[in-house]
T-cell receptor
Framework: GESVGLHLPTLSVQEGDNSIINCAYSNSASDYFIWYKQESGKGPQFIIDIRSNMDKRQGQRVTVLLNKTVKHLSLQIAATQPGDSAVYFCAENYAITGGGNKLTFGTGTQLKVEL | NAGVMQNPRHLVRRRGQEARLRCSPV?????VYWYRQLPEEGLKFMVY????????ESGMPKERFSAEFPKEGPSILRIQQVVRGDSAAYFC?????????????FGEGSWLTVV
């Protein structure tokens, strides 16, 4: 069946270092891949997305890479800050009947930033 | 989290009681989604609604769970005869008519605890 999963459940980095969070997916029938950040007790917060016809997209301090050949997605955070500490989810988005979108989430990676 | 309002934020119910979770989407958004998050897991799609219509309920348990999005008022996720396994965070999301990963906004969630 379809699934979206993460390689590393916990990632610890030093403040100022770059972070790389990885994600594997198995279902190619999607139009977007999205990274969300979730802080404790809060809802998922959109970070960045990438269309399935792209292989790289950059935002402010974040870069998402998509490798469709091996069905792999990664999120790179530059100069990681304490405020980046959270759980990060990759999600696969595809259109469904009625004009809506269905998200399939991975299990998440806990990013811990050490001072 | 641009304006999706959920209440209550925290709810405690005894086994066998009913739980009602409410969601007001971002103003102007016509699509509402409910997701469930079990501890230490990613979010799982439950149901997609438009005004007065259930479009996709493929993620809803067959029994005890129901959802509605009436013409007036918030969307309601109703869980009858709750059991301990229903303890989870329930997130509502909304999006406008156009598709795209970055147009899905999540609320802060409703945390249900069944004792």
């Amino acid at each position: 069946g379809e699934s979206v999963g993460l390689h590393l459940p916990t990632l610890s980095v030093q403040e100022g270092d770059n972070s790389i969070i990885n994600c594997a997916y198995s279902n190619s029938a999607s139009d977007y891949f999205i990274w969300y950040k979730q802080e404790s007790g809060k809802g998922p917060q959109f970070i960045i997305d990438i269309r399935s016809n792209m292989d790289k997209r950059q935002g402010q301090r974040v870069t998402v890479l998509l490798n469709k050949t091996v069905k792999h997605l990664s999120l790179q955070i530059a100069a990681t800050q304490p405020g980046d500490s959270a759980v990060y989810f990759c999600a696969e988005n595809y259109a469904i009947t009625g004009g809506g979108n269905k998200l399939t989430f991975g299990t998440g990676t806990q990013l811990k930033v050490e001072l | 989290n641009a304006g999706v309002m959920q209440n209550p934020r925290h709810l405690v119910r005894r086994r066998g009681q009913e739980a009602r979770l409410r969601c007001s989407p971002v103003k102007g958004h016509s699509h509402v989604y409910w997701y469930r998050q079990l501890p230490e897991e990613g979010l799982k799609f439950m149901v997609y609604l438009q005004k007065e219509n259930i479009i996709d309920e493929s993620g809803m348990p067959k029994e005890r769970f129901s959802a509605e999005f009436p013409k007036e008022g918030p969307s309601i996720l109703r869980i009858q005869q709750v059991v301990r396994g229903d303890s989870a965070a329930y997130f509502c999301a909304s999006s406008p008519l156009d598709r795209g990963g970055n147009t899905i906004y999540f609320g802060e969630g409703s945390w249900l605890t069944v004792v």
